[in-house]
């Protein structure tokens, strides 16, 4: 298997990504795409490596605005570009003489989830479309991952992305917020369990990056209020849908809805004992998921 380093453009912005190859030639591929403050050296490197291990073509990169890619302001989240980045990953396998271009899946681990639906949504091209702790990262805003957040707190953020606005005009700089706590500790005070697994992961050697975003512009508030992952869910029509959840995950409320839009094919798979950030990178959950995964698009 090879590792390649590749770029291709998303709108104007030069978008960095790893690109896993098996040997082989007319290979199905997959687009992976990343968590939230996620790049392409965590989880979507890792089920990436794992699916070109099974044979897939398979391509792991940075959001716009975020790692490696280009874009400012820098960890600006932006759905609609998040959108058009998996498209262009799309765009950009058709032109590898490796690739069947068209036998091409798109596998969204987290935040992606809700991207990857959306783009198959729109995309004619994806074949299949598989989520692993699938979320919309609006509805994460707006409602908690649990789905139980007063509505005030969402309504404290537009006041304050509001501010930021202001500040900026007025020649403050960029203007953002940080995205963890200190601690895993003080992550498990403000979000439970839950939000003590994103600080262990995100900020603790288990699976801390250098690029990995820690703070987010305040105008991704603005852009992630107008946002609904699922309303495009039942355009997907008849292509076949994977969502791989972990039993334990507190977000699992919003994969199911997601799944029970769908109009075609479609498998739910619970993986027992695993929580939403288990996933990213536990063995005992991991490998099981990419052998669903796997299975999925090799009969898609």
């Known amino acids: 298997m090879q590792k390649i380093t590749v770029e291709f453009d998303s709108q104007g912005l030069k978008i960095a990504g790893h690109l896993y190859l098996p040997d082989g030639d007319r290979l199905p591929a997959v687009v992976v795409g990343h968590p939230g403050s996620g790049v392409k050296e965590q989880a979507a490197g890792l089920y990436a490596s794992k699916l070109a291990e099974n044979g897939f073509a398979a391509l792991a990169f940075d959001a716009a605005y ?65 989520t692993v702790s699938g979320v919309d990262i609006a509805r994460q805003f707006r409602f908690g991952a649990d789905g139980d957040q007063d509505p005030a707190v969402f309504q404290g953020l537009l006041d304050a992305a509001a501010a930021a606005r202001t500040a900026e005009a007025r020649g403050e700089g960029p203007q953002s917020f940080p995205l963890f706590p200190a601690t895993p ?48 869910v039942p355009l997907i029509g008849d ?62």
């Open 185 to 232: 500790e003080q992550g498990r005070e403000l979000g439970g369990e839950h939000g003590f697994e994103g600080v262990e992961y995100y900020c603790t050697p288990r699976g801390q990056h250098p690029r990995s975003t820690r703070a987010m512009p305040w105008a991704s508030i603005d852009h992630l209020a107008l946002f609904d992952a699922w309303t495009a």
């Open 239 to 300: 292509r076949p849908l994977l969502s791989i959840i972990g039993r334990r995950a507190v977000t699992a409320w919003m994969g199911i809805e997601a799944f029970q839009r769908h109009t075609g094919p479609k498998r739910l798979v619970w993986v027992e004992g695993a929580s939403h950030v288990d996933l990213y990178d536990k063995p005992e959950y991991v490998d099981p998921a990419v052998k669903e995964i796997a299975a999925f698009f090799a009969a898609a």
């Open 66 to 130: 975020q790692g490696e890619s280009e874009g400012l302001p820098r960890g600006l989240e932006d759905p609609a570009h998040r959108i058009e980045d998996l498209k262009a990953a799309v765009s950009y396998l058709t032109t590898r003489p490796e690739v069947d271009a068209g036998r091409i899946g798109a596998l969204g681990i987290c935040a992606s989830g809700g991207y990857t639906l959306n783009a198959t949504a729109t995309d004619h091209r994806i074949r299949a479309v598989a």
